[in-house]
């Protein structure tokens, strides 16, 4: 682990096999059908739907489950579903994955772990849209006491190029620990981290194959680039905390399944 502790973030390639694969897309696929369902008819299945908009994009609450749309406020793709757990058996099942939990023990320093949210990221073939660059740290230091202790790691269910929008990591950017907000009078401005906090040169792209795994650090300053390719880069990020500690959105605690070395 000591190249994660030094960079801020480590690339594994293909963790997972086609077969697998195959699952999370399908699984991936179910979800957006399902997700637009309840909102459109929400009522009809006893659930409660918000829809708002931030900064001109739409998004919209299913009970605690939050939905962004690709941006734009008339725009019917979906772009992030936060917690994916709470709605596929599979994706709460691979959270227990001890391809991923094995390296989270060691990253949280800790074998008792829960989780603490999980993100399905679409980015849509040729509309996907991108990511400004920001820290995950701001978004939830103000719902725990442990930020430092909520390290992410993406599942790549599709091939992540430039061409794709991939995720790209400022490298021991989270060593400054969180940075200062953007001041240009947005409604997130806060959240996305001050172009003067850091360098893009130091960027680093996670171009990898599907089945690919990147672990990073929730100090890292990190982003994308919209998908203008005629494939969709699909991803789910996990992110762990110790254990004993609620789900940022559900507020249930989710244990982990412990992992053990061989």
């Known amino acids: ?98 391809r991923l939990t094995q390296p989270m023990q060691q990253i949280v320093g800790a074998d008792d772990l ?13 509309e996907g849209s991108g990511f400004r660059w920001h820290q995950d740290s701001p978004y939830w230091i103000h719902d725990c006491n442990h930020v430092d202790q909520l390290p992410n790691v993406m599942v790549l269910f599709d091939d992540a190029d430039e061409s794709n929008g991939c995720l790209r990591v400022i490298q021991s950017s989270h060593k400054k620990g969180r940075l200062p907000g953007c001041e240009d009078g947005s409604q997130l401005q806060g959240f996305f981290t001050h172009p003067n906090a850091f360098s893009e040169q130091d960027q680093v792209l996670m171009e990898a194959p ?27 990020i996990i992110t762990y905390q110790p254990a004993g500690y609620p789900a940022l959105k559900s507020r249930v605690v989710r244990p982990i399944l412990k992992s053990f070395n061989p």
């Open 1 to 98: 682990m000591s190249d994660y502790r030094s960079s801020g973030f480590l690339l594994k390639e293909s963790v997972f096999s086609d077969l697998e694969l195959a699952g999370f897309r399908s699984a991936a696929e179910q979800v957006e059908r399902e997700t637009l369902e309840l909102i459109n008819e929400g009522a009809e299945h006893a659930r409660k739907v918000q829809p708002y908009t931030l900064d001109g994009n739409r998004f919209a609450d299913i009970d605690f489950i939050t939905v962004q749309f690709e941006h734009g406020v008339n725009n019917q793709s979906v772009r992030v579903i936060e917690p994916v757990n709470e709605l596929s058996e599979r994706f709460n099942a691979l959270i227990d994955e001890p």
């Open 210 to 236: 599907a089945g690919s795994v990147v672990f990073f650090d929730p100090h890292i300053v990190h982003g994308s680039q919209p998908n203008h390719s005629d494939s969709p880069r699909r991803a789910i």
């Open 114 to 126: 829960a989780l603490w949210t999980t993100k399905l990221n679409l980015k849509s073939a040729k």
